[in-house]
């Protein structure tokens, strides 16, 4: 799979034939963040021809089994499902990579599908210790899912640098402890005040 998560379909299917076990795992852990999702397929078919080319190349093409729509082509599903499936793909891959860094991981996602995210990557990332995951977000709900040390919360100074401070530092993050949620304890301070040393 390349870095920016394109070749999904080529990373499944060498994944369907070689390790069966890591292909369901993908299917089922889509299944859980992704409602109505209940198969991945993954098929060889023709290409788009170019015009130097006599034959069409043959590649993989992922279709998803949705509940009311089956057989779907990848490009037919939202960008959140397919995101969230090429995410899924490099952690469950066994070359998987020791640092993923992924921007607006909320994007495209149901509130309710960020948070089902959050808790199956905190789940899939326990048993994956050498992994690192960095996000950036600006959803209250996949913060919720997270630790306020977990949470890193960037703001620009008045000289254009920009300050980086743990959400645990937040000046009402002991008071709030166990009464907000990270998402609620991030969204006090809008401006983010705090972050640059300004109360």
Same mark, same amino acid.
């Given at each position: 799979?390349?870095?920016?998560?394109?070749?999904?379909? /080529?990373?499944?299917?060498?994944?369907?034939?070689? !390790?069966?076990?890591?292909?369901? @795992?993908?299917?089922?852990?889509?299944?859980?963040?992704?409602?109505?999702?209940?198969?991945?397929?993954?098929?060889?078919?023709? =290409?788009?021809?170019?015009?130097?080319? *006599?034959?069409?190349?043959?590649?993989?093409?992922?279709?998803?089994?949705?509940?009311?729509?089956?057989?779907?082509?990848?490009?037919?599903?939202?960008?959140? *499902?397919?995101? *969230?499936?090429?995410?899924?793909?490099?952690?469950?891959?066994?070359?998987?990579?020791?640092?993923?860094?992924?921007?607006?991981?909320?994007?495209?996602?149901?509130?309710?599908?960020?948070?089902?995210? =959050?808790?199956?990557?905190?789940?899939?990332?326990?048993?994956?210790?050498? /992994?690192?995951?960095?996000? *950036?977000?600006?959803?209250?709900?996949?913060?919720?899912?997270?630790?306020?040390?977990?949470?890193?919360?960037?703001?620009? !100074?008045?000289?254009?640098?920009?300050?980086?401070?743990?959400?645990?530092?937040?000046?009402?993050?002991?008071? =709030?402890?166990?009464?907000?949620?990270?998402?609620?304890?991030?969204?006090?301070?809008?401006?983010?005040?705090?972050?640059?040393?300004? @109360?």
């Amino acid at each position: 799979m390349d870095a920016d998560g394109s070749n999904t379909a /080529v990373a499944l299917a060498a994944l369907k034939l070689e !390790r069966e076990e890591a292909f369901e @795992q993908i299917e089922s852990e889509l299944r859980k963040i992704v409602p109505g999702v209940q198969r991945i397929r993954v098929r060889r078919v023709k =290409m788009s021809q170019s015009p130097n080319q *006599t034959e069409p190349p043959i590649g993989n093409k992922v279709f998803i089994d949705f509940k009311d729509a089956p057989d779907v082509p990848a490009h037919g599903a939202s960008e959140g *499902t397919l995101i *969230t499936l090429a995410l899924l793909t490099a952690l469950c891959s066994p070359n998987r990579p020791r640092l993923l860094l992924l921007d607006d991981i909320d994007q495209s996602l149901h509130p309710q599908a960020q948070m089902e995210l =959050m808790g199956e990557l905190k789940r899939l990332l326990e048993g994956f210790p050498e /992994v690192q995951l960095v996000a *950036t977000t600006h959803s209250p709900y996949i913060l919720d899912a997270l630790d306020p040390s977990d949470v890193r919360v960037f703001a620009p !100074r008045k000289d254009g640098s920009v300050a980086c401070r743990s959400l645990s530092e937040h000046p009402q993050a002991e008071k =709030m402890r166990g009464v907000l949620t990270a998402g609620q304890l991030w969204s006090l301070d809008p401006e983010w005040r705090w972050v640059v040393g300004e @109360q």
